[in-house]
């Protein structure tokens, strides 16, 4: 079975940056989707950032178009969420998760992936 886990998540203040890092149990990332959603209480997941299984390109929600940068290292099963110039509205539990079914037009939506780790808690407030 694999396992996702999830880090780096915390308190911040607005306008901070904040990096949160997500390992998968298997030998090589390649050929697996990633992404994060991220999910408030009383709300749906919202979609975040993906990479796709051959990740030559990434994808943004349009609420962190420009703020957030997603990343992936296939050989350390890792992959990472670079957070800038962050937002109260952008407090929420951060969820790290993988798939290697996942095609490009599904990419945003979190049905398509298998593989979910516990989540991340980050908020943002002064």
């Known amino acids: 079975q694999v396992q996702v886990a999830e880090s780096g998540g915390g308190l911040v203040q607005p306008g901070d940056s904040l990096r949160v890092s997500c390992e998968v ?3 090589s990332l390649s050929g697996y989707a990633v992404a994060w959603f991220r999910q408030t209480p009383g709300k749906e997941r919202e979609f975040v950032a993906a990479m796709s ?9 349009d609420p962190v178009k420009g703020r957030f940068t997603i990343s992936r290292d296939n050989g350390k099963s890792t992959v990472y969420l670079q957070m800038n110039t962050l ?20 990419l945003r ?5 298998d593989y979910w780790g516990q989540g991340t808690q980050v908020t943002v407030s002064a």
Do not use: F, L
Request: charged share 15%; glycine share 10%; proline share 3%.
């Open 87 to 106: 937002k109260p509205e952008d407090t929420a539990v951060y969820y790290c998760t993988a798939g290697n079914r996942v095609i490009t037009s599904s």
């Open 25 to 27: 149990s298997v030998r």
């Open 109 to 113: 939506t979190h049905t398509a992936y």
């Open 53 to 61: 299984r051959t990740g030559g390109y990434a994808y943004y929600g």
